[in-house]
């Protein structure tokens, strides 16, 4: 199985980005893995739902069919990492080809996003920023590996 971190803009931070891709790497020893990465849209209309609805029509055409979708939220169940890896787990037992992560724009994402989702996740119940959020996600996807494997990278 192919997981995919998919979201809506671009990670600028070039600290972040040495973190982002150390983690990336290091995942990539379990399962293959790549990150999506939708440029924001911008436009003078400050309508919240019109921009998720442009988001939206970007979202979808990296999605396909048979894809399993899942989207990152702060309204989203909240799991510690052994529940994550079960999860993920669960996931990687699917005939799927893929297993997408989704983190949607500034103001979430459009009720058409829903309807292709089957769960969403919490990584907190704060706010982050979308570059953060990267951060987090690539280091729990690859503790939930380790734990997976009985690895020594998360102590409990």
Known sequence: MEVVLLSVNKTRDPALKTLIIDYVGRINHYVKFSMVEIPKINYSNNNKEEQKNKEAIEIKKKIKKNDICILLDENGKSLNSIQFSEHLNRYYCYNK????????????????????????????????????????????????????????????
């Not at 089957?118 to 951060?135: A, C, P, R, V, W």
Request: hydrophobic share 40%; with cysteine; net charge positive.
């Open 97 to 156: 080809k893929r297993l997408i992560f989704l983190i949607g724009g500034a103001f979430g994402v459009s009720k058409e996003i829903y309807s292709i989702i089957i769960d969403e996740i919490s990584l907190s119940k704060m706010t982050f920023n979308h570059q953060m959020i990267k951060l987090f996600f690539c280091e729990q996807l690859y503790r939930a590996n380790t734990i997976l494997k009985n690895e020594k990278y998360h102590n409990e």
